[in-house]
């Protein structure tokens, strides 16, 4: 009996193995530091910073964080902020003072809302009228392996959500939130009326019960 052994193409080890760049974030990082000198009250201060925001084009979830650092104040102040969907994104921001040891913690949200738009499909052909059958029924038949399928398994993300962004209709509202870990909440709504835009904003305390609102705001903006 002979036997014959053949070598593992060097294809499959890396298919197995995986790539190591898969799982990488592709970001910038900056960092930038000041010192100022006030001549009134005769201090100064100096503060360091750094800041990391993912490329445009990562196919992960982008994010954005900040770290800034105050050493003769105390102060350290870290952000945190990702895009957890289409229209949907949320942050975070920790501050801390290393002398008096008080700290904030507040976390943020934006809601955009869009115009609802539907998607204008052309007329069939003449061809596909005869074959009664749809356009886009043809061109998948006439590409090899399936190519409506094989295109979208195949195609990035960011060219998938790209064709999904452009049938997408524009922003006309943007929502804020915001509470912090001593009960205060403030929202926002930002949206625009015909040839106006309004922003309305109020801020609540739920710790008192008998007056929960503390403030309340409108602004108008004529756009032509």
Known sequence: AATSTSPTPATGISAALGTPNEDRIHGRFSAGAEAYYGTLNKSGGVSFGG???TLPTYRGIPLTATLTLNPLMGNFSATYAVKAGEDLALCSRFEFNAYSYESELVLGCELWRRSFRLPVRPGRSMAAKLAW????EAVALQEPGGGAAQGSQGAPMGVGSAKVGAERGEVTGVFKGRLDEKGRVGVVWEGRVKDLLVCV???LDLRRRDQPFRSLGVELQYSS
Do not use: E
């Open 201 to 203: 904003g109020s801020t």
């Open 133 to 136: 059958r749809l356009d886009d």
């Open 51 to 53: 800041r990391f925001a």
